[in-house]
C-alpha cells in the first residue's frame, strides 16, 4: 500500500514568488495536516483538512493557505515568498476520528 | 505558549543501554499522545502512542508511560541500538474534535546511540 506522497522532494524559489506543494493521503484516508519545519524550531501545525474542508490552521499569516480536493489529495499555497518560509514541509494523513498520522518524506522549499 | 516541550534537546547513550526520553505538556484537554523518530531527510514515523485511559503501553523494544497528573510522558527504549539514533518527536492530540483535533509536537530531541 502506497503511504503519503509528496511532490516536489525540493522547490527553490525566489523571494516574493509563490510556491505550491502537493499531497497525496494514504488511500481511504480523509484527513491531511500540514506542518513546517523549519530549522531549530520542530514541526509547527500549519493546515488540517478534513472532507475537503479546512478545520483548523496554525499561527501562520494568511499568506500560507491551502485546499483538499474531492479525492482528499491537497496542495499547500505560499504566496509571497520570505526568506524565512526556508524549511521541510511535510504532509500527514490519518484515518477520519484516528490521531495517528503517517507523514510523507516531505518537500524541502528553499527561498533565496 | 508552547504546549507540548521536550526540554532535553539531545540525548547519547550506549548501545545495549536504557534510553529514556522525556517529554512534559500543559494543556490538560490533551488525551492522546505520540511518539515519533525521524531520521535526515525522512518524514516521521510513528513508533508508539498511549491514550489518557493508560498509563503504560508497550512495543517491543519500547515502552511510553503517562503520568497524568504530572502532565509527563516519556519513552524507554531497552536495549539501545545504533539504529535508533534519531530525532525523536513526541506529540499530543485531543480526541474531542474542534480546535484541539491536532498533532501537537514538541521540538524534538536528538538520541545518538553510540557503539
Known amino acids: 500500500e502506497a503511504g503519503v506522497t509528496q511532490s516536489p522532494t525540493h522547490l527553490i524559489k525566489t523571494r516574493g514568488q509563490q510556491a505550491t506543494l502537493r499531497c497525496s493521503p494514504i488511500s481511504g484516508h480523509t484527513s491531511v495536516y500540514w506542518y513546517q519545519q523549519a530549522l531549530g524550531l520542530g514541526l509547527q501545525f500549519l493546515l488540517w483538512?478534513?472532507?475537503?474542508?479546512?478545520?483548523n490552521r496554525g499561527n501562520f499569516p494568511p499568506r500560507f493557505s491551502g485546499r483538499q480536493f474531492p479525492n482528499y489529495s491537497s496542495e499547500l499555497n505560499v504566496n509571497a515568498l520570505e526568506l524565512e518560509d526556508s524549511a521541510l514541509y511535510l504532509c500527514?494523513?490519518?484515518?477520519?476520528?484516528?490521531?495517528?498520522?503517517?507523514f510523507g518524506q516531505g518537500t524541502r522549499l528553499t527561498v533565496v | 505558549d508552547q504546549q507540548v516541550k521536550q526540554n532535553s534537546p539531545s540525548l547519547s547513550v550506549q548501545e545495549g543501554r536504557i534510553s529514556i526520553l522525556n517529554c512534559d505538556y500543559t494543556?490538560?484537554?490533551?488525551?492522546?499522545f505520540l511518539w515519533y523518530k525521524k531520521y535526515p531527510a525522512e518524514g516521521p514515523t510513528f513508533l508508539i502512542s498511549i491514550s489518557s485511559i493508560k498509563d503504560k503501553n508497550e512495543d517491543g523494544r519500547f515502552t511510553v508511560f503517562l503520568n497524568k497528573s504530572a502532565k509527563h510522558l516519556s519513552l524507554h527504549i531497552v536495549p539501545s541500538q545504533p539504529g535508533d539514533s534519531a530525532v525523536y518527536f513526541c506529540?499530543?492530540?485531543?480526541?474531542?474534535?474542534?480546535?484541539?483535533?491536532?498533532?501537537?509536537f514538541g521540538k524534538g530531541t536528538l538520541l545518538t546511540v553510540n557503539p
Open positions: 494543556n490538560s484537554m490533551f488525551d492522546y
Open positions: 506529540a499530543a492530540s485531543g480526541l474531542g474534535g474542534g480546535s484541539n483535533y491536532k498533532l501537537t
Open positions: 500527514a494523513s490519518s484515518l477520519d476520528g484516528n490521531t495517528e498520522a503517517f
Open positions: 483538512y478534513d472532507e475537503g474542508e479546512e478545520r
